[in-house]
């Protein structure tokens, strides 16, 4: 190609990874597109249109409707959706499709700084899920929640840095808009703040100054949840007044959640009864090895491990916490453990 005066592209294979990454998200999404514009409704898509869409706004944003099959942002999405460009199946899952855009690029962003090959192999397996983005090509609120909770943590990770606040109001608007899709994403949502608080408690010498430092450094997140909880608050009492928080999971952590994680892991296949315990160990040491190693670290220098450790750190205190709290919704709420489609927001946390 020299010779013939054409300049490639890249200086190395190396130097094409980031174009290659981008071309297999480009893919991916127009595989998504073309799926749902030739795919046709499923039962709960037309369940959603024809039982909640011709609801007014204020009916649809107060849950009067309290069954689960609504999820209220994607009832408003295809209640607007089909009324600007006509009720067909792509026109209804329009909102879905864009926010796979918004999964794509949000994860681009959060791996950018990773080495390129490393990246790569993260970026593909966010985006090969066979169950994660048929939800994408879907007119329900699971791809939406994802959607918006990937966005949020790349903006969470963003206010670890300079402009703190303007990155922790638009993370705390992207839970907002994910909770509203699907009532689970509250369990990231809290798991998050909670993080950041840890995070803090890390940073600072002291218990002293980190409980005297407590208001000033939640004034973002206490505003915000004050704003969120006003639109939140009928929806989420509604769903806890008729215990509509049946994930279906009975057995346990392990033998629900967890093992429906491994599930999606192997694009939806379930394994024999000892290869999933021997998954299930191998997946909780990731996270506890995870632990371990950023406790090592911090007890080395005393002080939050810097910058190159910074997503690590997070994905962990973020897995750790959320299970936590969906142990403790069993126990105090009754909430069933999340399995199945309930329980898909945890592949993208994990890789």
């Given at each position: 190609m020299k010779n013939l005066g054409i300049k490639h592209p890249c200086k190395s294979a190396e130097a094409c990874l980031p174009l290659l990454t981008a071309f297999f998200g480009v893919a991916v999404f127009v595989?998504?597109?073309?799926?749902?514009?030739?795919?046709?409704?499923?039962?709960?898509?037309?369940?959603?249109?024809?039982?909640?869409v011709h609801h007014s706004f204020m009916d649809i944003l107060s849950y009067k409707q309290w069954y689960t099959n609504n999820h209220l942002l994607n009832t408003l999405l295809m209640k607007y959706s089909g009324g600007l460009f006509g009720p067909t199946e792509f026109a209804l899952r329009l909102p879905n499709i864009l926010l796979f855009g918004l999964y794509l690029g949000a994860a681009f962003r959060i791996l950018r700084r990773m080495d390129p090959w490393l990246r790569l192999a993260i970026f593909t397996l966010l985006i090969t899920n066979v169950m994660l983005t048929d939800f994408f090509g879907l007119a329900r609120g699971y791809g939406l929640s994802i959607g918006f909770m990937m966005a949020g943590l790349y903006f969470f990770m963003k206010a670890q840095g300079p402009r703190r606040g303007a990155f922790l109001t638009a993370f705390h608007l992207s839970f907002l808009l994910a909770s509203l899709s699907s009532f689970t994403m509250l369990t990231v949502y809290a798991s998050l703040i909670l993080t950041d608080n840890v995070i803090r408690a890390m940073a600072v010498d002291g218990a002293g100054d980190f409980f005297r430092g407590i208001p000033g450094f939640n004034k973002v997140h206490l505003i915000m949840?004050?704003?969120?909880?006003?639109?939140?608050?009928?929806?989420?009492?509604?769903?806890?007044?008729?215990?509509?928080?049946?994930?279906?999971?009975?057995?346990?952590?392990?033998?629900?959640?967890?093992?429906?994680?491994?599930?999606?892991?192997?694009?939806?296949?379930?394994?024999?009864?000892?290869?999933?315990?021997?998954f299930q160990v191998l997946f909780t040491a990731t996270v506890l090895a995870g632990s371990a190693w950023i406790l090592r670290a911090y007890s080395r220098r005393k002080e939050i491990p810097g910058a190159s450790m910074r997503g690590l750190v997070i994905s962990n205190l973020l897995l750790l916490s959320v299970s936590i709290i969906i142990v403790l919704q069993h126990y105090i709420l009754g909430s069933d453990y999340p399995v199945a489609r309930f329980s898909l927001f945890l592949f993208p946390l994990f890789v």
């Open positions: 595989f998504a597109v073309v799926k749902a514009s030739t795919s046709c409704f499923t039962h709960d898509e037309s369940y959603s249109y024809l039982h909640f949840l004050l704003l969120n909880s006003l639109v939140l608050y009928e929806p989420v009492r509604r769903v806890l007044t008729h215990n509509a928080m049946d994930f279906g999971g009975k057995e346990g952590f392990f033998q629900d959640t967890v093992s429906f994680l491994i599930y999606h892991s192997f694009h939806n296949t379930f394994l024999p009864p000892r290869t999933d315990t021997f």
